[in-house]
């Protein structure tokens, strides 16, 4: 097996995951959203004064996270238990494939839905400016920055919840996860409580600051909303954290599914 | 050219909260099945069977022992290009068509996009799935499923084949099909592996069989051979309403059947009871030597399990009485 056939064989395993997110009708969760930023900004366009482009982006890309965030963690906790369960894994891992491409191609697959339903809301996001402020401005280019962020963290949510999976059942797997991302949300908060803390508490603090996953740092809604512009450096900062952290949960899921027993 | 060469493949399981007692699945089995063969691998349900196929395509781990598939080590890469194998009751991604899976499990394969489409069609014809190709895998009976398994398990053209209780969830049309389409890999000149309980199949089908229990491998052999020898009995069957006394004398077993009666005595008794239905003008329909059959070979051993079985239990009993 060369090396090309493994790019293949990924590429064919994560458009398999994304095909079947979609026929399993993961995208509908964009009517939702639609409805959900329709109704804002036309309610934002009755009552608010000079805030709507405010109102709109901060509720728009919130809701393009949490939206993102949820369908990361459940489908991403059954990316390779369900295979295991229903066994549908058994006739691909008896094929020319390795155990470690098969994780590969399912984490490049469900990543690539969220990067897909993404972009679906981020056109959502653009109308709803367009409707309430009538225009687009320079600094609407931020906001796709802070998008671009909301990928990053759907990247470690997804590796998260991968590796919790390779080795807990899919309920704790979910608790797993979705705990990391409300800690790792508070992470900047927690950094800064270890700051202050001396002993064992301190060193505890600090250790458990810095090995969750930083989502603060790649939380940029509230800046963007304001207006505001995104520096250089915390973009390259946040993508190479970001892919480094979850190359290291997906390579954590890989080792541990590569000496599992499928009974 | 051995294509399966199993060298003491071991396979144990830490069970129980703490993970400290271990349940033997499968005892170091030794076995080698020759290219071209088609070998049954035969035992009762939770014989070992599966968990032998499991270590054989990798999905399980041995915890000693190896084995060699088509002259390379069983985790060379290379080997799953050459095996096709149909896991027991298979489930497949449901949201596909089975087009679109056999297509997927192509690609997987490394079946070359020229040509790909045509081979998918061909194994849809194959196992009879032409006019059900573009209906999503969730509308499947398990029937068709299994079909469906089969295709995919011979698509990209293997040397060798593992099937895992291919007849299970078949109709009787279905197995029929399933048999023929083992004649014909058989005719192909491939090597097929295949597990069952159904002994008619394995007598139906293989070159040769092994028979399994609990872990162990009791016996292999040729089924030829096995089907061939007698077993020091005759059948004998005749016109008569009732059973004549002296028969019995004769040691047979006598059951009547409308107007027949159907006898089976030892060997030796065959002139004396011919002499006796001469005498009583009894008409004979025939006259054969009843031949071993496959069912026979598996009972027998299997047995020597049970009785161990039932002597531990006797014995635990009388433990529990002192």
Redesign the interface.
Known sequence: MNSGGTNARIGYIAFNTFREAVRDRVLYNLIAFALLLSGAAILVGEISIDIERLVVVNLGLTAVSLFGVVIAIFIGIGLVSKEIDKRTLYTVLSRPVRRWEFVVGKFFGLTGTLVVNTLLMAIGVFLALLYVAHRFEMMDAWVLVALYFIVLQFLIVCALALFFSSFSTPLMAAVFTFALFVVGSLAEDLRGFARITQGVGGWLATAIAYLVPNFSALNVISQVAHGDAVSGRLILYDSVYALLYSAMAVSGAVLIFQRRNLK | MAAIEILDLEKS?LVGFWRKRQKLALRPLRLTIEEGEVFGFLGPNGAGKTTTL?LL?????PTAGTARILGMDMDD??V??Q???L?EQ????D??SARELLN??G????VPAIGRSARVEQMLARVGLSDSAGVQLRKFSKGMLQRV?LA?AIL?DPKLV?LDEPMSGLDPMGRREVRDLIQQLRHEGKTVFFSTHILSDAEALCDRVGVIHQGELRGVGAVAELTSGTQGKVEIIFCAQKVPAGLTGLGAEARISGDMVNAVLPEEQQDAALEMLRRERLKLISLTPVRSSLEEYYIQKLRPAEDQKQGRKEESRKGVGV
Do not use: C, E, T
């Not at chain 2, 298979?90 to 991604?93: D, G, L, R, S, W």
């Open positions: 399981y499991k395509m990798g999905l399980v781990f890469p290379r799953k290009s095996i096709g194998f896991p298979p489930y497949f991604y949201h596909l997927y499990y690609q997987l394969s490394g398994g995919q990209h593992f």
